[in-house]
């Protein structure tokens, strides 16, 4: 079985902090890892994944996310926030053996940037 | 491309009633999803499909039904809609290759309310 944890339910930061979402994992064999956006009544938008390779994942908006196999972790960073990237961020894994291709999502994480 | 398009976008059902979710992609994925998104409970997935005349239940299945007679389409059948199962929508899509996963893409949703 593969799960997600996420365990803020809300990150506040300030315009130009960085900014962390913390997620991590559990998954049999070796994950893929997906980060997705969701802005109100809209649906999930793609921001990065790890498949293989570099631990550091650069995707869209100034976003990144680093894989860490021994902490089963894959924390999503962005250097500077921006008032628009507060939204509800989810961390998703997908087991590289499942040929069902099943994702697994976790709770999510507001979050929240003031001016 | 248009993607993943689901309709109806918001709906209101009468306890008892019954109603078809669609779900259309164009992007020719061999996978695709359906989850319900419930406040400060994430995404949990309700049935899933690999292909064509391919599906199996998900997480949360009780009180829904799939078919998936096309590779593009991929309808969720509520009969007798029940309070419980207010809540919003999510089609997703997508595909495998031979060196990793793909990310999932989402439709923008279908909102509904069972009164």
């Known amino acids: 079985a593969q799960s997600v944890a996420q365990p803020e339910d809300q990150v506040n930061v300030a315009e130009g902090n960085p900014l962390t979402v913390k997620c991590t994992y559990s998954v049999s064999g070796n994950p893929y890892l997906f980060w997705y956006v969701q802005y109100p009544n809209r649906g999930l938008q793609f921001l990065l994944k790890y498949i293989t390779g570099d631990n550091l994942v650069k995707g869209s908006y100034g976003f990144e996310a680093e894989f860490n196999k021994s902490q089963t972790s894959f924390h999503l960073k962005k250097p500077s926030a921006l008032v628009s990237d507060s939204a509800l961020y989810f961390c998703a894994v997908r087991a590289t053996t499942d040929s069902w291709g099943k994702f697994q999502f976790g709770a999510g994480t507001q979050v929240v940037v003031t001016p | 491309n248009a993607g993943v398009t689901q309709t109806p976008k918001f709906r209101i059902l009468k306890i008892g009633q019954s109603m078809t979710l669609q779900c259309t992609q164009d992007?020719?994925?061999?996978?695709m999803y359906w989850y319900r998104q419930d406040p400060g409970m994430g995404l949990k997935l309700i049935y899933y499909?690999?292909?064509?005349?391919?599906?199996d239940k998900g997480e949360v299945p009780n009180g829904y039904n799939v078919s998936r007679s096309t590779t593009e389409d991929f309808p969720l059948r509520l009969e007798l809609a029940a309070p419980s199962q207010t809540s919003v929508y999510f089609c997703?899509?997508?595909?495998?290759?031979?060196?990793?996963?793909?990310?999932?893409?989402f439709g923008q949703g279908t909102r509904l309310t069972v009164v």
């Open positions: 499909s690999v292909g064509a005349g391919i599906t």
């Open positions: 997703a899509s997508s595909y495998s290759t031979g060196t990793g996963g793909t990310e999932a893409f």
């Open positions: 992007m020719n994925h061999n996978y």
